[in-house]
């Protein structure tokens, strides 16, 4: 026995050391590497000679993408060097393919020295350094060594941007008039404007530079394409751009900037690109406080969605204008006019002025202006009036694509979600002028019944919150959106099989926008709604409650059951049996006017009282409560 004992245990030893050993091997996923991020697609090279790992497998070497790319440039750059070299000398022999490798490495060190000892004598004393800048923007034009030509000019471009988002100063650059040119300045003053203008000129000529870059991009697909090493070139041009955009909104050229990166956020073929020029756009309507950089991004964005009509807009693009953090617009401040008589009276008292007083009077408001400028405070009036013009270009793109022609709606079907969903979050700010128009062409893409669940949903919270705001005037009767709502309850946990449109999973979102649409409609509007509609919803939200799969969507919908009950005592009628009319509740029926639901009881609150959730049970109990007090 012992014997055995001891084999056992031997053998129990082996087994666990395998065990050891096995736990101790690193986890990683075939499709995720050990920092979470999905791995490059790699593809077995033959001309690699396999290797032999420390388990003794013999496995055959793989490149990446990345690496194969690269491998790709430095060909298509080795071959053009080789071509330049014996255009220019003929005679002699050309260099091999290992000298070309071997000078463009030694080219590169070279060149990434020079740049760190560049830039830490720039960022050292940045005002003595406008030579050095010019040096090293100067080096992206230097053709000496072709098989090293971009990869050079790309550490250049993006060891500039970050120069220049580091030094730049944190105002804006005026140019001086020839008169204040004239004017005799002090050594200090004299050495601080050379050096403004100076940086502003390089600043400019680095700016035209990475436009030439990013123009390649034009090129590719023409007769004459762009090379891979100009396609790689122009990827970080734009990156370069996205980055000076982002971090430069108060200095010059922003606006240039902005023309020239909103369109390839939306033109552009490669994905990559258009995902960072869209983050830089978000990132300007999140930093910007004033709003001048985003009304600029905003108009650029307009002029964009109306050259390319709304077949060719991207739904990413414009989902970008949902980051915009605008909550409060005047339209008094830009949509104020001067009548003809004070403009009349502005003339007459112009007259009685001597014209010493109207110098004066000029002078003054030159000094505001440039005060104004100097103190670089947040106007409250101009910030505003800002926002309201922003939100009229919103609008504008909106409306633009809505009202484009009925036969060619359905290409811009892509980029109606997006639009929807911009309608449903500025609502409140819709100018009053718009409501009716709007208004029946959202009331028209309601009725088409082709939309799915959430752009349905969409459409009728932006009908409501338009009538239950300054749209309480319009005579309008929204029956049609009312019978919508009460079909699309049905659709948040029931596949209906008669309906022509797919319904989609409703996520948390879409649920507090139809119970928002719901408290807009039967709370704020409760004048406008009889009782047979109030018990028809009341009775529909009841059924979704138990049917819905989340407890925490079961809870929110009591919530607003509660809220309906407390704020329309005649609906508890629905718990007492005696008070139940003549006639028999048709469930199925979408026309909460006829489908008798009060001769419906609200069983499933007994049903909802036994609940595995605490707190759909105290939910579901405080509503039976308060039912049998009023009884």
């Known amino acids: 026995m012992a014997i055995k004992s001891v084999t056992q245990k031997r053998k129990l030893n082996q087994i666990n050391n395998k065990e050891l050993k096995f ?23 033959p001309n690699l000679l396999p290797i032999k790992v420390a388990s003794g497998k013999v496995l055959q070497q793989s490149v990446s993408e990345d690496e194969e790319e690269e491998e790709e440039e430095v060909e298509e750059l080795i071959c053009e060097a080789t071509q330049v070299q014996n255009e220019n000398a003929s005679k002699e022999p050309a260099p091999t393919t290992k000298e070309l490798l071997l000078k463009r490495k030694k080219n590169i060190q070279e060149a990434k020295a020079k740049i760190s000892q560049l830039a830490s004598d720039i960022l050292a004393e940045p005002q003595k350094s406008l030579k050095m800048i010019k040096d090293l923007r100067l080096m992206m034009e230097n053709r000496e060594s072709p098989e090293s030509y971009y990869t050079v000019k790309k550490l250049v471009t993006v060891s500039l941007a970050c120069l220049f988002v580091d030094i730049l100063p944190g105002y804006r650059i005026r140019e001086r008039t020839e008169q204040e040119k004239a004017v005799k300045l002090s050594k200090e003053v004299k050495a601080l404007t050379e050096y403004e203008d100076g940086l502003l000129h390089q600043y400019q000529q680095y700016l035209q530079s990475l436009e030439k870059m990013i123009k390649m991009r034009r090129r590719y697909g023409n007769k004459n394409p762009a090379t891979r090493a100009q396609l790689s070139m122009s990827e970080v041009a734009v990156q370069a751009m996205c980055d000076l955009f982002k ?51 905003v108009k650029a964005v307009a002029k964009v969605s109306k050259e390319r009509g709304p077949n060719k807009l991207r739904a990413e693009f414009l989902n970008t204008l949902l980051r915009l953090r605008i909550n409060q617009v005047d339209y008094s401040l830009i949509n104020h006019k001067k009548t003809k008589q004070e403009k009349m ?59 484009h022609k009925k036969g060619d709606l359905d290409g811009s079907q892509a980029v109606l979600p997006a639009v929807l969903q911009g309608l449903a979050k500025f609502a409140h700010m819709i100018n009053i002028d718009f409501f009716s128009d ?29 009538l239950s705001g300054q749209g309480e005037i319009l005579n309008i009767d929204p029956v049609d959106l009312y019978k919508m709502l009460f079909s699309l309850l049905h659709e948040v946990v029931i596949n209906a099989p008669h309906l022509k449109r797919k319904t989609n999973d409703v996520t948390k979102e879409d649920l507090d926008m139809i119970l928002m649409c719901v408290s807009i409609m039967l709370n704020k509007r409760r004048k406008q709604i009889t009782l047979n509609s109030l018990n028809s919803f009341i009775k529909r939200l009841s059924t979704i409650a138990v049917h819905t799969e989340q407890f925490k969507h079961t809870v929110k919908i009591l919530e607003e059951i509660q809220k309906l009950l407390n704020s329309n005592s005649k609906a508890l009628s629905l718990f007492d049996s005696s008070s139940q009319s003549f006639g028999t509740h048709n469930p199925y029926l979408d026309d909460p006017e006829k489908n008798c639901s009060q001769a419906s009881c609200l069983w499933e609150m007994h049903l909802l009282r036994r609940h595995y959730a605490t707190s759909i049970k105290q939910t579901a109990f405080q509503i039976l409560r308060k039912a049998a007090k009023e009884q």
């Open 345 to 403: 009276e502005a003339k007459r008292e112009k007259k009685k002025m001597s014209r010493r007083e109207i110098k004066q009077m000029k002078r003054q408001k030159k000094l505001k202006n440039e005060l104004k400028e100097v103190a670089a405070a947040e106007d409250h009036d101009e910030k505003m009036a800002l926002h309201t013009e922003t939100i009229q270009q919103v609008f504008l793109i909106y409306f633009r694509i809505l009202k």
């Open 23 to 45: 736990e101790k091997m690193p986890r990683i996923s075939k499709e995720f590497n050990s920092k979470g991020s999905k791995k490059k697609e790699k593809k077995f090279n």
């Open 438 to 466: 709007l208004f029946a062409v959202l009331q028209s893409l309601v009725s088409q019944q082709t939309l799915p669940l959430q752009q349905n949903v969409h459409c009728i919270f932006t009908a409501f919150t338009i």
């Open 247 to 297: 971090h430069t909104s108060h200095f010059n050229f922003h606006n240039n900037i902005t023309v020239v990166l909103v369109p390839i956020a939306n033109d552009d073929k490669n994905p990559k690109i258009r995902k960072i020029c869209c983050d830089a756009l978000e990132a300007i309507f999140l930093s910007d406080k004033l709003g001048s950089s985003i009304l600029a991004a």
